[in-house]
């Protein structure tokens, strides 16, 4: 799924910064960038957008009340460099709220949101009973280049202190973030976190041996504490005959 972006904002070198970073990211594509919200409604009514990148201070109309007048807007990433305007923001249901100067990790944390709140809405016509497709990918940062990650290519994701290493069916990768925030950030159905130091693809399991578990020929530590849990995870998941 390739997102459709629209950039409002009244200072161009901030325009510019954040069409440099959505050229970066490969499930984004830029439309257009508007120096004001008169302009950026004109585009919206002959171009749908499926993401606005909109500053909050701006002439004539200000970002919060452009997004007013909006009957179904995009999701909304917020860019300003007051912070005092955050309450209001969040009660207007903004993906998040990025101070200037953006930097590009903020920006990639918004990004992982967005697909994120993607995952969870519910396409037109489907009622609330109903389970709304998610995403199967996610993005990460690794020496500076970032990697689209399918969930089914990921084998399991180890500790290491202040960095993870995520290892997939070709590839591995160090990332600069804690194992507890990428947890937070895994759909529950598709990874187990068996240890403190390890989160797991149970689909890649080899076997249960003892406290530890298998993949890809590795031994892998499973604590007692989460055995028991982990054991009726794959039961209910109908991955034990």
């Known amino acids: 799924m390739i997102l459709k972006c629209l950039v409002v904002d009244d200072e161009k070198p901030a325009r ?13 594509e830029l439309i257009q960038t508007c120096s004001n919200a008169i302009d950026a409604q004109a585009v919206l009514r002959k171009t749908p ?3 606005l990148f909109l500053d909050i201070r ?8 452009f997004l007013r007048t909006l009957k179904n807007p995009p999701l909304v990433v917020l860019t300003t460099a007051y912070s005092e305007y955050a309450l209001e923001a969040f009660e207007l ?29 519910l396409p037109t ?5 109903e389970t709304p497709p998610r995403e199967d990918f996610f993005f990460v940062k690794a020496d500076g280049v970032i990697h689209k990650i399918d969930f089914e290519e990921v084998l399991y994701i180890e500790s290491l202190r202040e960095y993870i290493r995520l290892h997939t069916r070709d590839k591995r990768l160090v990332l600069r973030q804690s194992l507890s925030d990428l ?3 895994l759909p529950e159905n598709r990874f187990f976190r068996i240890h403190r130091s390890f989160i797991i ?6 076997k249960i041996e003892g406290n ?13 504490r989460r055995k028991e849990l982990f054991l009726q995870y794959i039961q209910n998941k109908g991955l034990i005959g």
């Open 49 to 51: 957008a499926d993401v």
């Open 58 to 65: 701006m002439p004539n109309l200000s970002g919060l009340d």
């Open 125 to 129: 016509g489907m009622t609330d009973t």
């Open 183 to 185: 947890d937070q950030k």
């Open 212 to 224: 530890q578990v298998f993949i890809s020929g590795r031994a892998l530590p499973l604590s007692k």
């Open 16 to 28: 510019e910064l954040l069409a440099e970073y959505i050229g970066k990211m490969p499930e984004l």
């Open 93 to 121: 249901e903004v993906v998040d709220y990025l101070l200037k100067p953006v930097v590009f990790e903020r920006f990639f944390e918004a990004v992982n949101k967005i697909f994120n709140r993607v995952g969870r809405q």
């Open 201 to 206: 693809n149970p689909e890649h399991l080899e």
